[in-house]
């Protein structure tokens, strides 16, 4: 528990750009598990804010499994689609190391994203920790780490709207 307290400390706010590579070498196992304590922790904090806003336990566990399923699904295409056009840029960095980056670079969003306002600068602010991540270990500069990080989000907006559309007109 204290190697996650640990990371959680290092990656919550990353202040220099060569503490990225630290981050890497507890492997790709430790950072899976570590997500998913966070996610945890995220449905947890969520169901609570849900429950004590609408009052209605059925809504917050149906809205708290919805955030447990799609926060992962949302994590991983952002994660594959980046290291896709990482790779188009000539970028020979594993998978796994654009997938650690998204997962230690999401801390402040996982920890605080369910608080009311709050959510919005945790977003902010682990956006920025994953630009830097991506963009130190790849030796990238700061146009091509925008476009890999920046399509993929343009993208998931794009499915994400059609998908409401495609449904809405079911309805």
Same mark, same amino acid.
């Given at each position: #528990? %204290?190697?996650?307290?640990?990371?959680?400390?290092? *990656?919550?706010? /990353?202040? =220099?750009?060569? &503490?990225?590579?630290?981050?890497?070498?507890?492997?790709?196992?430790? @950072?899976?598990?570590?997500?998913?304590?966070?996610?945890?922790?995220?449905?947890?904090?969520?169901?609570? /804010?849900?429950?004590? @806003?609408?009052? =209605?336990? !059925?809504?917050?566990?149906? *809205?708290? +499994?919805? +955030?447990?399923?799609?926060?992962?699904?949302?994590?991983?295409?952002?994660? +594959? *689609?980046?290291? #896709?056009?990482? %790779?188009?840029?000539?970028?020979?960095?594993?998978?796994? &190391?654009?997938? %650690?980056?998204?997962?230690?670079?999401?801390?402040?969003?996982? !920890?605080?994203?369910? /608080?009311?306002?709050?959510?919005?600068?945790?977003?902010?602010?682990?956006?920025? =920790?994953?630009?830097?991540?991506?963009?130190?270990? =790849?030796?990238? &500069?700061?146009?091509?780490?925008?476009?890999? #990080?920046? /399509?993929?989000?343009i993208l998931l907006a794009i499915l994400i709207l059609g998908l409401v559309m495609f449904f809405g007109m079911l309805i």
């Amino acid at each position: #528990m %204290q190697e996650y307290i640990t990371t959680i400390r290092k *990656a919550i706010w /990353v202040v =220099n750009e060569t &503490d990225f590579e630290p981050l890497l070498k507890s492997g790709f196992r430790f @950072s899976l598990s570590y997500f998913l304590l966070l996610l945890l922790l995220y449905t947890g904090f969520s169901f609570v /804010v849900g429950f004590i @806003s609408y009052g =209605n336990i !059925l809504d917050s566990i149906i *809205a708290a +499994v919805i +955030v447990f399923a799609m926060v992962p699904l949302i994590f991983g295409f952002l994660s +594959v *689609a980046t290291h #896709m056009i990482l %790779q188009l840029f000539g970028c020979t960095r594993p998978l796994t &190391d654009t997938l %650690q980056m998204y997962t230690y670079g999401s801390t402040a969003s996982l !920890l605080l994203g369910w /608080v009311p306002c709050i959510g919005t600068l945790a977003s902010l602010v682990s956006f920025g =920790n994953t630009f830097r991540g991506i963009r130190e270990l =790849n030796k990238l &500069d700061f146009w091509k780490t925008a476009v890999a #990080m920046v /399509v993929p989000q343009i993208l998931l907006a794009i499915l994400i709207l059609g998908l409401v559309m495609f449904f809405g007109m079911l309805i």
